[in-house]
Antibody, heavy 121, light 109 residues
Framework: EVQLVESGGDLVQPGRSLRLSCAAS????????MHWVRQAPGKGLEWVSG????????GYADSVKGRFAISRDNAKNSLYLQMNGLSAEDTAFYYCVKDPESVAGSHFDSWGQGTLVTVSS | QSALTQPRSVSGSPGQSVTISCTGTSSDVGGHNYASWYQQHPGKAPKVMIY???KRPSGVPDRFSGSKSGNTASLTISGLQAEDEADYYC?????????FGTGTKVTVV
């Protein structure tokens, strides 16, 4: 069974940084592309960024470009999101999401339960 | 990338059919056969219900179906059941990114 467990969400002040982690199990992590998708409380879903199996970036949402960086460590079955220059607009649940393909797939086939990032002074 | 346009809400009685539309552009929905649909119950993570416009993952009931015409994808739930009450989001690959829809709340009345 695929399991994706996010961690690292916290209450942080505007302008500060935070690093999210996602621990994957139940599948061969190094064979699949992975993504981060976020959802502000009570709002819709927004794709944040994605990474191919061999760490080629699939891109970033315009709203986070230049501030966020996605990475992975296949030896540790882990996905990361480094978030810098945080603002209130980044307040959201951040989901770790599995792609069914090794590069950019057509959809997202497994989701973690999410970790909450709150940006507030 | 602008969010794909979905109706804010749709409703139906048990056993009825409802259809949710998802309108984008030729750069996303219209330009790729990669529309997908996600169901999200309150406090839960989204779950894929339809991918590649009309394919159903194993375990998803066949009362869920998808289609596409031009720049608009659609999700139809036939034989509506109480457990289908949830938020539904469409999504499309857009070349160098992915774009989600605005979301539709399905209410079973």
């Amino acid at each position: 069974e695929v399991q994706l467990v996010e961690s690292g969400g916290d209450l942080v002040q505007p302008g500060r940084s935070l690093r999210l982690s996602c621990a994957a199990s139940g599948f061969t992590f190094g064979n699949y592309a992975m993504h981060w998708v976020r959802q502000a409380p009570g709002k819709g879903l927004e794709w944040v960024s994605g990474l191919t199996w061999n760490s080629a970036t699939l891109g970033y949402a315009d709203s986070v470009k230049g501030r966020f960086a996605i990475s992975r460590d296949n030896a540790k079955n882990s996905l990361y999101l480094q978030m810098n220059g945080l603002s209130a607009e980044d307040t959201a649940f951040y989901y770790c999401v599995k792609d069914p393909e090794s590069v950019a797939g057509s959809h997202f086939d497994s989701w973690g339960q999410g970790t909450l990032v709150t940006v507030s002074s | 990338q602008s969010a794909l346009t979905q109706p804010r809400s749709v409703s139906g009685s048990p056993g009825q059919s409802v259809t949710i539309s998802c309108t984008g552009t030729s750069s996303d929905v219209g330009g790729h056969n990669y529309a997908s649909w996600y169901q999200q119950h309150p406090g839960k993570a989204p779950k894929v219900m339809i991918y590649d416009v009309s394919k159903r993952p194993s375990g998803v009931p066949d009362r869920f179906s998808g289609s596409k015409s031009g720049n608009t994808a659609s999700l139809t739930i036939s034989g509506l059941q109480a457990e289908d009450e949830a938020d539904y989001y469409c999504c499309s690959y857009a070349g160098s990114s992915y774009v989600f829809g605005t979301g539709t709340k399905v209410t079973v009345v």
